[in-house]
C-alpha cells in the first residue's frame, strides 16, 4: 500500500529512519512513510506504536499496595499459629478451649478482612498487568477483565488464575523466568489452603454438636490452613515481584530516546 504524492512519483519513497530502505506505507497515525522494519502492528509507525504502549498507566503502584495487603495479611494470619500450636501440643486441660475458641475465632475475622483486602488489591494489579500487556502487543489469552473474572467462577477458579498468572510470566520474562518461580507451590499450597478451610469449619461445627468430638482436631487441621496459607502469600509477593520488575525493565527501555534500527536490528524476515 503506497501513497506516493504526486511529484514524488518517480522516486519510491524511503523510510525516514532507514534512508536504504523503501516505504511499504505511511503510518495510521501520524503519515510518516514507514519501511518494513518500522512498522508496527495497527499499521502505526514504531514511535507512534511506543507512544500509544506509554499510553497505558503502569502497574507499579498496584503492585506496591498488593505487596503490603499481602505481607499484613499474612503475618496476621501467621498469629493464629502459635495458638493452634498451643491447643494441639499444649499439656492436657491447660488450654480453656472456650477462651481459646473466642480468640481464635476473632483472629480468623482480621485475618479474614485483611485477606480479602489483599485479594482486591491483588486482583487490581492483575487487571492493569494484562491491560499493559494488551496495549504492547502481548496476548495471554485472556482480556483484563475474564482475568480477574476468573478468580470467582466455580472450576474455572481452580486452574484458570495459575494459568494466567504463569502466561504473564512467560510472557514478560520467557519460560526460564516463568519455571524459576514458585508457582505451583504459590498454587498447590492456595488450592490446599481453601480445602482445609473448609475442613477446620466442619470440624467445629461437629465438635460443637457431637459428644466426644474433640475441637482440637479442628486447631490441627487449623494449623495446617495458617501454614499453607502464609506459603501462598509469601509466594505470591515472590512471582509479584519478579513480574512488576520486568515489567518496569521494558517501560523504561520504552521511554529511553528513539534509536533507528540498523542492519542488525532487522526482524527476521516473516
Ligand atoms: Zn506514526
Ligand atoms: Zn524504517
Given at each position: 500500500m503506497l501513497n506516493a504524492v504526486e511529484g514524488e512519483v518517480e522516486s519510491q519513497p524511503m523510510c525516514p529512519s532507514h534512508p536504504a530502505r523503501e516505504a511499504v506505507r505511511t503510518c495510521e497515525r501520524c503519515g510518516r512513510y514507514v519501511c518494513s522494519w518500522c512498522e508496527r502492528e495497527g499499521g502505526q509507525c514504531r514511535e507512534c506504536s511506543r507512544q500509544a504502549a506509554l499510553a497505558v498507566p503502569d502497574s507499579r503502584?498496584?503492585?506496591?499496595?498488593?505487596?503490603?495487603?499481602?505481607?499484613?495479611?499474612?503475618?496476621?494470619?501467621?498469629?493464629?499459629?502459635?495458638?493452634?500450636?498451643?491447643?494441639?501440643?499444649?499439656?492436657?486441660?491447660?488450654v480453656d478451649l472456650d477462651a481459646m475458641r473466642v480468640l481464635y475465632a476473632r483472629l480468623g475475622i482480621v485475618s479474614g478482612v485483611m485477606d480479602i483486602a489483599a485479594q482486591v488489591f491483588f486482583l487490581m494489579w492483575l487487571h492493569r498487568v494484562v491491560r499493559q500487556l494488551k496495549a504492547w502487543g502481548q496476548d495471554i489469552g485472556t482480556s483484563p477483565a475474564w482475568a480477574v473474572a476468573f478468580w470467582f467462577i466455580p472450576f474455572a477458579s481452580l486452574v484458570k488464575p495459575y494459568q494466567i498468572v504463569k502466561a504473564i510470566a512467560e510472557q514478560v520474562g520467557g519460560t526460564f523466568l516463568a519455571a524459576s518461580l514458585p508457582l505451583s507451590l504459590w498454587w498447590g499450597t492456595n488450592i490446599l489452603a481453601r480445602l482445609l478451610n473448609r475442613m477446620e469449619q466442619q470440624t467445629f461445627d461437629k465438635a460443637g454438636t457431637?459428644?466426644?468430638a474433640p475441637a482440637s482436631a479442628g486447631?490441627?487441621?487449623?494449623?495446617?490452613?495458617?501454614?499453607?496459607?502464609?506459603?501462598?502469600?509469601?509466594?505470591?509477593?515472590?512471582?509479584?515481584?519478579?513480574?512488576?520488575?520486568?515489567?518496569?525493565?521494558?517501560?523504561?527501555?520504552?521511554?529511553?530516546?528513539?534509536?533507528?534500527?540498523?542492519?542488525?536490528?532487522?526482524?527476521?524476515?516473516?
Open positions: 503502584v498496584r503492585a506496591r499496595r498488593a505487596t503490603w495487603a499481602l505481607g499484613i495479611s499474612a503475618a496476621i494470619t501467621a498469629l493464629s499459629l502459635p495458638l493452634g500450636l498451643w491447643v494441639v501440643f499444649g499439656p492436657e486441660g491447660g457431637i459428644e466426644g486447631y490441627a487441621i487449623g494449623l495446617g490452613t495458617t501454614l499453607c496459607s502464609v506459603v501462598t502469600v509469601v509466594c505470591c509477593i515472590q512471582i509479584l515481584r519478579v513480574i512488576q520488575e520486568q515489567l518496569d525493565r521494558r517501560r523504561a527501555g520504552m521511554e529511553a530516546p528513539y534509536t533507528p534500527l540498523t542492519e542488525e536490528d532487522a526482524p527476521v524476515a516473516e
